[in-house]
């Protein structure tokens, strides 16, 4: 088991700097916004995030489990960033809103249009204070539509995008992915919808609003799956650890663990029966394409669960690597962060917080060999309103001191 004490520590640098210069107003709470500025942060961009005052972000509160208090899926999204509390409710804090909305390049909210309207975070309001501004908003449904107003979280994008139908064993009902897969992947699509505006703008100096719906980033998810079923009118069926296309694409019982097994063109499908010591079953004329293997899939995987439950998981993934045959173990996140390679890559470590070591999961992008990000540690609720006013704004400490005690931040 892997302890935190046991992380390797990664000591807060300069990061990365491709984003170096652009500023980034975050207005989310939850995952998907949260993850999209954290990786525009990873990337270099100064991101600030707003926060109302007294509970913050949603998942501040969303545990246990705690970390000195803090809540470790907030801990997950939100390295590299400031902190700073604003009551958007009240109009002296839109109006301190409106003043870092000047100095930034984006924007980033998570409302419906009626409550951005309610709140003064529109695009249109927003973009008449700052016409060059990149309004970037991550909604259920999309700004427009019957559906526009409806909340939305990361089980109902995956219910409604088919992920859930098709997710589990056929024999169980649907399943959930097991990580908020529709809130990554509308947080991915904001922060790729960002960097090509970024660079639009450069060419046109024109700002602009861009309307990201997780049901839609989910749906784009499932093209794969989608585009068959509209060429063929084959209904795809949940079909567990096993494929529906490739023949052989499961999960296999070994002497001791299970393992992965994708046998995925005529060349793997050959190695496999060779490094297994049956190259004549694998060069059966009536084997010889992936539709003829679908067609026998039953008596194949039959015969490599008789084969593969002779021997312990670590020989044959040896083997396998051996013979460029893609399988792999199925881990547990224990295991997981325990994985030397991954580890020895930086994918697993801790850096320093104000209460003590915080774990992280790195970018896992390398730029010129690098992949080093973190400039800042999670911020704790508020942890920089004052350095944000004083020195973004530059407000007088009297100001910020009456801001403070009438609580609009």
Excluded at 240 to 246: C, E
Aim: hydrophobic share 40%; proline share 7%.
């Amino acid at each position: 088991m892997t302890t935190l004490s046991e992380l390797p520590k990664q000591p807060l640098s300069a990061g990365l700097e491709l984003l170096k210069g652009v500023s980034v107003l975050d207005l989310t709470t939850s995952v998907a916004g949260p993850y999209g500025t954290l990786l525009l942060a990873d990337l270099g961009a100064e991101v600030v995030k707003v926060e109302r005052p007294s509970t913050g972000d949603d998942t501040r509160a969303w545990g246990p489990p705690f970390l000195d208090g803090e809540s470790l899926w907030f801990l997950a999204v939100n390295r590299n960033k400031s902190s700073i509390t604003i009551d958007l409710t009240r109009a002296e804090g839109r109006q301190v809103l409106d003043q870092l909305i000047k100095i930034s390049d984006v924007v980033v909210v998570n409302t419906s249009a009626a409550v951005q309207a309610k709140l003064g975070v529109d695009y249109a309001r927003l973009s008449a204070i700052h016409p060059g501004l990149i309004h970037v908003s991550i909604t259920g449904f999309g700004l427009q539509g019957p559906r526009a107003e409806l909340p939305c979280y990361d089980l109902i994008a995956e219910g409604y995008a088919g992920i859930m139908d098709l997710t589990g064993e056929p024999s169980n009902g649907p399943q959930k992915v097991g990580t908020p897969a529709s809130d990554l992947l509308a947080g991915q699509d904001a922060a790729m919808a960002t960097l090509a505006a970024l660079y639009d703008r450069q060419r046109t100096g024109k700002g602009r609003q861009i309307d990201i719906s997780m049901v839609a980033s989910s749906v784009r998810f499932m093209a794969p799956r989608i585009v068959p079923y509209l060429g063929s009118d084959e209904m795809p069926r949940r079909s567990g650890g096993r494929d529906s296309v490739i023949a052989i694409y499961q999960v296999f019982d070994t002497a001791d663990h299970p393992l992965t097994l994708g046998l995925g063109n005529d060349a793997i499908w050959k190695r496999f029966w060779s490094a297994v010591g049956k190259p004549e079953f694998g060069a059966q004329a009536e084997l010889d394409t992936n539709a003829k293997r679908r067609n026998a899939r039953e008596r194949i995987v039959a015969a490599i669960a008789d084969i593969l439950i002779g021997r312990p998981r670590a020989e044959w993934l040896k083997l396998f690597a051996t013979h460029r045959i893609p399988a792999g173990p199925i881990n547990t996140i224990e295991q997981l962060v325990a994985d030397p390679v991954l580890r020895d890559d930086g994918l697993f470590f801790a850096i320093d917080g104000p209460q003590g070591p915080i774990p992280q999961v790195g970018l896992g992008i390398r730029f010129d060999g690098r992949t080093e990000t973190t400039r800042m540690p999670p911020p704790t609720l508020g942890q920089h309103s004052g350095q944000i006013l004083g020195q973004r704004l530059s407000m007088s400490p009297t100001c910020i001191a009456g801001l403070t005690d009438s609580e609009i931040v």
